[in-house]
């Protein structure tokens, strides 16, 4: 009897602690997959704020160079156009105008430690002075500030090179490139900063890290090659951090978004104990109910065992009274089956979370992917919308990214109102989107695309958007290919092409 009921309980607690171990598994990289997913788009965005301000700059220069060729006779302009450009531009400290011999012949400073002026253009600005939009890699001036350079060449309307004007930035100093980075600060440990082509920090909340060099390590190496994305990374003090990170537009600088790991796994400790409070009382009173029933089971077979030890009259009375056997069996398999669809149940519910985009609650990559491996696998064809929101980008920069956001939702419902029972509508990234559609032959699948087009067409977006447009291509597997990577691209293939026919329509592969 101790045996049985020993072997219950153990059978029920491994269990009960199975579940938890898979539980926090998931859950752990479910974190870790949104955080670098989050850190990479952050990335992203703060990318593009930042190209904003230093287009800014060169918008400005330009202008200002345009201007130039008629003042040069003029010291009194020339000063004046100095002063213009280092007031206009947030975040410029000095600016300057070059003649084509290197002399400086117009400087204005707005920083206090830099008065005088320089004579003559240094090698950092001479080196680069008729690239046209130029921005230096991170350098030291003659003042030992660490500095970054804008540069503008003058030229005549022949085309005649006669100078240039240019701005600095000290990176140390407080300045609007700093206030943009430092707007996104996080109190959890979460920080950005800003790295040049050759990896020298341009923005940092540590000062004394400004101008030193980042090159070696693999987030830097890989925003400097061009390349935008998210990793997991050790920094030289042995910390690992989660880091997203996107290249700019200009003067191949990057931005880096990074939060340590033990900020994103904080949570996981609290959902631990949240469980476990759930949990424990439910577990403990399913313990004592199985140490009842396997007492109850246990019991018939400590009567048989003393009915084998009687003799005569006594020992038939005592094998009568033994109750049968398999009505409590049954009733033991029922519990452990009870509690194992239970926990089953939950793991199935941890599973659908990871497949699932949280944001418009459609399935992720990962879902498309085991979907399609799904239709795959039974050989039932399917055909491939590829959808992108024309012009997202614009909606972004006018009303915001909560807006885009709630833009992204809406259409995720009017993909599900206008799509078929049993197609499957996706979002893989961004505005871009997929719906599967098993066994949807060329005309269905059409139908289907013009109706989602349609109806996006017609509906009043959230936030003041007003109505939007997409773009849908479409594929079919087998019939254009029995790669179904393949047939994915070709899906793209058709969505470019739709949006370079001018957008808002839909093309299907080959076309």
């Given at each position: 009897?101790?045996?049985?009921?020993?072997?219950?309980?153990?059978?029920?607690?491994?269990?009960?602690?199975?579940?938890?171990?898979?539980?926090?598994?998931?859950?752990?990289?479910?974190?870790?997959?949104?955080?670098?997913?989050?850190?990479?788009?952050?990335?992203?965005?703060?990318?593009?704020?930042?190209?904003?301000?230093?287009?800014?700059?060169?918008?400005?220069?330009?202008?200002?160079?345009?201007?130039?060729?008629?003042?040069?006779?003029?010291?009194?302009?020339?000063?004046?156009?100095?002063?213009?450009?280092?007031?206009?531009?947030?975040?410029?400290?000095?600016?300057?105008?070059?003649?084509?011999?290197?002399?400086?012949?117009?400087?204005?400073?707005?920083?206090?430690?830099?008065?005088?002026?320089?004579?003559?253009?240094?090698?950092?600005?001479?080196?680069?002075?008729?690239?046209?939009?130029?921005?230096?890699?991170?350098?030291?001036?003659?003042?030992?500030?660490?500095?970054?350079?804008?540069?503008?060449?003058?030229?005549?309307?022949?085309?005649?090179?006669?100078?240039?004007?240019?701005?600095?930035?000290?990176?140390?100093?407080?300045?609007?490139?700093?206030?943009?980075?430092?707007?996104?600060?996080?109190?959890?440990?979460?920080?950005?900063?800003?790295?040049?082509?050759?990896?020298?920090?341009?923005?940092?909340?540590?000062?004394?890290?400004?101008?030193?060099?980042?090159?070696?390590?693999?987030?830097?190496?890989?925003?400097?090659?061009?390349?935008?994305?998210?990793?997991?990374?050790?920094?030289?003090?042995?910390?690992?951090?989660?880091?997203?990170?996107?290249?700019?537009?200009?003067?191949?600088?990057?931005?880096?978004?990074?939060?340590?790991?033990?900020?994103?796994?904080?949570?996981?400790?609290?959902?631990?104990?949240?469980?476990?409070?759930?949990?424990?009382?439910?577990?403990?009173?399913?313990?004592?109910?199985?140490?009842?029933?396997?007492?109850?089971?246990?019991?018939?077979?400590?009567?048989?065992?003393?009915?084998?030890?009687?003799?005569?009259?006594?020992?038939?009375?005592?094998?009568?009274?033994?109750?049968?056997?398999?009505?409590?069996?049954?009733?033991?398999?029922?519990?452990?089956?009870?509690?194992?669809?239970?926990?089953?149940?939950?793991?199935?519910?941890?599973?659908?979370?990871?497949?699932?985009?949280?944001?418009?609650?459609?399935?992720?990559?990962?879902?498309?992917?085991?979907?399609?491996?799904?239709?795959?696998?039974?050989?039932?064809?399917?055909?491939?919308?590829?959808?992108?929101?024309?012009?997202?980008?614009?909606?972004?920069?006018?009303f915001g990214h909560a807006a885009g956001d709630k833009v992204l939702?809406?259409?995720?419902?009017?993909?599900?109102?206008?799509?078929?029972?049993?197609?499957?509508?996706?979002?893989?990234?961004?505005?871009?989107?997929?719906?599967?559609?098993?066994?949807?032959?060329?005309?269905?699948?059409?139908?289907?695309?013009?109706?989602?087009?349609?109806?996006?067409?017609?509906?009043?977006?959230?936030?003041?958007?007003?109505?939007?447009?997409?773009?849908?291509?479409?594929?079919?597997?087998?019939?254009?290919?029995?790669?179904?990577?393949?047939?994915?691209?070709?899906?793209?293939?058709?969505?470019?092409?739709?949006?370079?026919?001018?957008?808002?329509?839909?093309?299907?592969?080959?076309?």
């Open positions: 009897m101790v045996l049985i009921v020993a072997l219950s309980i153990l059978t029920a607690m491994i269990a009960f602690i199975n579940a938890l171990v898979v539980a926090q598994i998931v859950q752990k990289d479910q974190l870790i997959a949104r955080s670098l997913e989050a850190n990479r788009a952050y990335a992203a965005k703060l990318a593009e704020t930042v190209d904003l301000y230093v287009e800014s700059i060169q918008r400005q220069l330009e202008v200002s160079a345009s201007r130039l060729p008629a003042m040069l006779a003029s010291q009194e302009a020339l000063d004046a156009e100095a002063l213009r450009v280092a007031k206009q531009s947030d975040g410029v400290v000095a600016a300057f105008v070059a003649d084509s011999a290197n002399r400086i012949i117009a400087f204005e400073s707005l920083a206090p430690e830099l008065t005088e002026k320089p004579a003559e253009l240094s090698r950092v600005e001479i080196d680069q002075r008729e690239v046209a939009g130029h921005v230096s890699a991170a350098y030291l001036s003659a003042k030992g500030f660490p500095t970054v350079l804008f540069s503008e060449p003058v030229r005549d309307a022949k085309g005649e090179y006669l100078g240039l004007v240019g701005a600095a930035i000290f990176l140390k100093r407080d300045n609007e490139l700093d206030r943009l980075i430092s707007v996104h600060f996080h109190h959890d440990g979460s920080y950005v900063y800003v790295v040049d082509s050759h990896g020298k920090i341009l923005v940092h909340r540590d000062k004394s890290r400004i101008g030193t060099s980042e090159s070696g390590n693999v987030v830097v190496d890989a925003v400097g090659r061009g390349e935008a994305g998210a990793m997991a990374v050790t920094n030289t003090r042995g910390k690992r951090f989660f880091a997203g990170y996107a290249p700019m537009r200009s003067g191949n600088w990057g931005v880096v978004v990074q939060t340590p790991e033990d900020v994103i796994l904080e949570p996981q400790q609290d959902l631990l104990w949240r469980s476990l409070l759930y949990s424990v009382p439910a577990a403990v009173l399913t313990l004592l109910l199985i140490y009842v029933l396997a007492r109850w089971i246990a019991q018939p077979l400590s009567r048989l065992a003393q009915a084998m030890l009687l003799r005569g009259d006594e020992g038939r009375a005592a094998l009568q009274g033994v109750s049968p056997w398999y009505f409590e069996a049954q009733q033991l398999r029922e519990a452990v089956g009870v509690t194992l669809a239970q926990h089953q149940r939950q793991i199935t519910e941890l599973n659908t979370e990871t497949l699932t985009d949280p944001m418009t609650r459609l399935l992720n990559r990962r879902g498309v992917e085991d979907e399609v491996e799904r239709l795959k696998a039974s050989r039932q064809p399917f055909a491939v919308l590829a959808l992108d929101i024309d012009h997202f980008k614009r909606v972004n920069d006018t939702i809406v259409l995720g419902d009017l993909m599900r109102a206008s799509i078929r029972a049993g197609d499957l509508p996706c979002r893989v990234g961004g505005e871009e989107f997929l719906v599967l559609m098993p066994a949807g032959d060329v005309g269905i699948a059409r139908r289907v695309a013009e109706r989602i087009r349609s109806t996006v067409e017609r509906t009043d977006m959230p936030e003041g958007v007003g109505r939007i447009t997409i773009s849908i291509g479409v594929a079919r597997w087998p019939e254009d290919s029995g790669d179904t990577d393949a047939v994915m691209k070709f899906a793209d293939q058709a969505l470019y092409g739709a949006k370079n026919a001018g957008r808002n329509r839909v093309v299907v592969y080959p076309f």
